[in-house]
C-alpha cells in the first residue's frame, strides 16, 4: 500500500507500507507523524491508523523518535529502500526458516511412518513422482487452520513466532489458505529436490528487498517475534531429529536398494564378491 507522510510542513511520499513500518522500528518516524494512504478521509497520526498502530504496541520504544534522524529528504524515493536492515531481522528469518522446516519434517516423519503403518507399498510411494511431489499438501490444509484459530503453527510456537494481520487480528480461514498456497508454491517449490532451494533462495532475496516474505507482503501480514524459551529450542531439536530419524528408519531400505540398483553391473559384481565391510581372511593371509 501506497503512504504519504507529512514531515516539517512537507508532503512525502509514496512510501510503501512495509518501509513506513521499518521507519517506526528504527525509531526514525515518531507516533504523532501525519500520515495518509487510500481508504482514509483525513490524515492522521501513524499510532491512530490499524495499518501502523501495531508497530507501536509492540515496539514500546519506537513512540520516541531518535534525534539523529534529521533528514528526511530520502523519503521521497518511490520503491523499496536500498538501506541495509537490521541485525535482528537476520535472526528473526532464521528463527522461520527453522520453524518451517521443523513442521514439515514431522509432518513428513509422521507421513511414512503412517504409510508403512497402513502396510503401504512403500517402494512403490518413494518412486512415484505424483507422491513425492504432492505429499505436502495435506500439511499445508492443516497448517491454513492453525493460522487461522491459533495464529501459529508448533514450529512457530516453539521458536515464539506467530502470524497476524498487520492491525494484530487472526487471519480469517480464507486468507490462512491463501497464505499457505502461496508459501508452498513460492516458498518451498512443494519440497522438491533443487525447486525447492531455488525457491528459498528467491524468498530470500524478496524479503530482503520488500522487508518481508512475498507471501506476507501480498496478504498483508506479519510474524510478531516473542522472546525465545530454552526449554521450547531443547523440545525443538530433540522432536527434529525423531522426526527424521523416523523417516530414514521407514524410506532408507529403498533409498539404498535404489542406489545399489544405480551402481553399475561390473562394480555391483565385485561388491557382492568383497563386500568393503568384511574383515579380511587370515588364513588366506597366512
Known sequence: MEVWIIRDGEKIGPMHDFEIRRKIEV???????LAWHEGL??????????????EFEVNPDAKVADPKFTDFSHLASNGPTTEAQPAFRVSH?????????????????????GMWAAGQDIEAALFNPWITFFHFVPWFVLEALLLHHWGTTPGKWLLGLEVTNQNGSQLDLAAAIRRSLRVLFTGIGFGWGLLALICQIISLFTARWLG???WDHTGGHRVVTKSLHPLKVILLISVFFAALQLQMIVTSPYLVKMMGDALPAALKVEFEKNPPWHLPDRRRAN
Open 212 to 214: 518481508t516474505p512475498l
Open 41 to 54: 478521509s483525513a490524515w492522521k497520526p501513524l499510532v491512530e491508523i490499524d495499518l501502523f498502530a501495531r
Open 27 to 33: 525509531g526514525e518516524l515518531p507516533a504523532e507523524t
Open 93 to 113: 528469518y532464521i528463527r522461520r526458516f527453522w520453524a518451517r522446516w521443523f513442521d514439515l519434517y514431522v509432518y513428513s516423519g509422521c507421513w511414512w511412518f
